[in-house]
Every structure is written in C-alpha cells, then in structure tokens.
C-alpha cells in the first residue's frame, strides 16, 4: 500500500513539473530550496547532522541550478542576482562543513525575499495556454528538485 501512494505521488510530481511554465518551475525551486534551508536548521539546531547535511547539498544543487539557468544578458540585475547566488552557495558549503546554523540562517535571510518576489512576477504573467514539458534536466523528472 505504501509502495503504491508513493509510486502515485512520484508519478503526480514527476507530471506537475513537466508541465509547468518556466516561471512556475522557478517558483517551485525557490519553495523547494527554503524548504530545505528550513529543515537543514531544524536540522542542524538538532545536532542531526546526517539530516541536516542531505537538506544542505540538496539546497546547494537548486542554487547551483538557479545560476546556471541564469541567463545574465537577459536584465541588467542578473549580474546581481549571480552573485547572490554565488555567496549563497558558499554561505551552504560553509553551513555544512562548519555546521554553522547561523550561515543556515543568513541564506533563507537572503533567499526569501527573493522567492516572495518572483512568486508575485509569476503571478503577474498570463497563464500559458499549454505549458512546455522540461525534459533537459533528469532531476526535474524524477521529481528530485520537486516540492514535497
């Protein structure tokens, strides 16, 4: 029975980030990495630090995939925004290896300003009539990057 509801909520995942636009999967990275960088505190103010090193590098990866898909030619702040991304990722290597709560907390400090206003620039788009399937990152089909 188990296996069966997490095979349907797999599958369920795995469809909502294949259809979703581009400004909804942003969205959905930004929900998934805080809620990760919540749970790594959590986490770490535990002192489990098997749990809170798994929510760290995953976090690491959602960040490592906003600046990638960072297109800087595309807006003047993008520059800005890579290099926010950039003291984060360094800010979660560190709240690891250190286990530092407090670099932890510096980055959701950081992020979730920027989540709120992307939330509210996706909201301000149309909808589209059909949203394009993401095929090129094999983590957004496995649901890797999804939220839940």
């Not at 505190?41 to 960040?63: F, G, K, M």
């Not at 286990?99 to 992307?118: F, H, K, N, Q």
């Amino acid at each position: 029975m188990n296996n069966t509801v997490n095979a349907q909520r797999s599958q369920y995942n795995r469809d909502v980030i294949l259809t979703a636009s581009p400004a909804r999967l942003l969205t959905m990275l930004y929900d998934r990495l805080l809620l990760d960088l919540g749970r790594a505190e959590a986490a770490q103010l535990a002192s489990n630090w098997a749990a809170s090193t798994e929510n760290l590098l995953h976090a690491q990866d959602i960040v490592a995939e906003l600046s990638s898909s960072l297109d800087v030619d595309a807006w003047d702040g993008a520059d800005g925004l890579l290099a926010v991304y950039n003291y984060v990722s360094n800010a979660l290597i560190s709240a690891n290896v250190d286990r530092d709560v407090e670099r932890t907390r510096e980055s959701i400090a950081l992020l979730e300003p920027l989540r709120t206003a992307w939330h509210e620039a996706a909201m301000q788009l149309p909808a589209p009539a059909t949203a394009p399937a993401v095929s090129a990152h094999p983590e957004f089909a496995t649901g890797n990057l999804g939220v839940g």
